[in-house]
T-cell receptor, first 115, second 118 residues
Framework: GAGVSQSPSNKVTEKGKDVELRCDPI?????LYWYRQRLGQGLEFLIY????????KSGLPSDRFSAERTGESVSTLTIQRTQQEDSAVYLC?????????????FGPGTRLTVL | AQKITQTQPGMFVQEKEAVTLDCTYD???????LFWYKQPSSGEMIFLIY??????QNATEGRYSLNFQKARKSANLVISASQLGDSAMYFC???????????????FGSGTQLTVLP
């Protein structure tokens, strides 16, 4: 079956521009996560959606970052007024529910480069 | 707050030999889950193995096994009979328990770059 997909795969933008990243989770997965991975580092949690509950935004680094998800479908991560330190790979993951053993399935990521 | 420590930034292993990648964690919770993911140069995150804190036996998945020592708070990954395709970055991660009220996101270590030599 189809896995988690993300678009675009690569995005180059100029400092100060807004960017929008898209994530299509696995069908039926109620939980959706966004992570950021800077070069040579591990993943940092950004935001979490679970069904129709209010999202957990505790990982967002600044108010320039926001994300939306309609129901249990597509999610978009928006970065406004991009800065060079926003350059990273942005990974989306989805999982079935809150159960402990259920792993998160990751998408291929979007590589964002801010010039 | 939870913390994952991977002290080996890089490891080398000869093809067909076994290798152990270290992971230690810090948590005050009694219930938690530990994961290992592989990230090849293509960038995708590939799930390898899972260990629950209450599991009585160490997890195994094919050539991967997890050496779980709860008292020492370590969850080392053992790869047996290494293959050239095992060359990748390996991440240890912990999932927060539901009692914390958190989003249950994964907390990742900094990773270990494994290179398998022919």
């Amino acid at each position: 079956g189809a896995g988690v997909s993300q678009s675009p795969s690569n995005k180059v933008t100029e400092k100060g521009k807004d960017v929008e990243l898209r994530c299509d989770p696995i069908s039926g997965h109620t939980a959706l996560y966004w992570y950021r991975q800077r070069l040579g580092q591990g993943l940092e949690f950004l935001i979490y959606f679970q069904g129709n509950s209010a999202p957990d935004k505790s990982g967002l680094p600044s108010d320039r970052f926001s994300a939306e998800r309609t129901g249990e479908s597509v999610s978009t991560l928006t970065i406004q007024r991009t800065q060079q330190e926003d350059s990273a790979v942005y990974l989306c993951a989805s999982s079935l529910a809150w159960r402990e053993r259920l792993r998160q399935y990751f998408g291929p990521g979007t590589r964002l480069t801010v010039l | 707050a939870q913390k994952i420590t991977q002290t080996q930034p890089g490891m080398f292993v000869q093809e067909k030999e076994a290798v152990t990648l270290d992971c230690t964690y810090d948590t005050s919770d009694q219930s938690y889950g530990l994961f290992w993911y592989k990230q090849p140069s293509s960038g995708e995150m590939i799930f390898l193995i899972y260990q629950g804190s209450y599991d009585e036996q160490n997890a195994t998945e094919g050539r991967y096994s997890l050496n779980f020592q709860k008292a020492r708070k370590s969850a080392n990954l053992v790869i047996s009979a290494s293959q050239l395709g095992d060359s990748a970055m390996y991440f240890c991660a912990m999932r927060e328990p539901i009692s914390s009220g958190s989003a249950r996101q994964l907390t990742f270590g900094s990773g270990t770059q494994l290179t398998v030599l022919p």
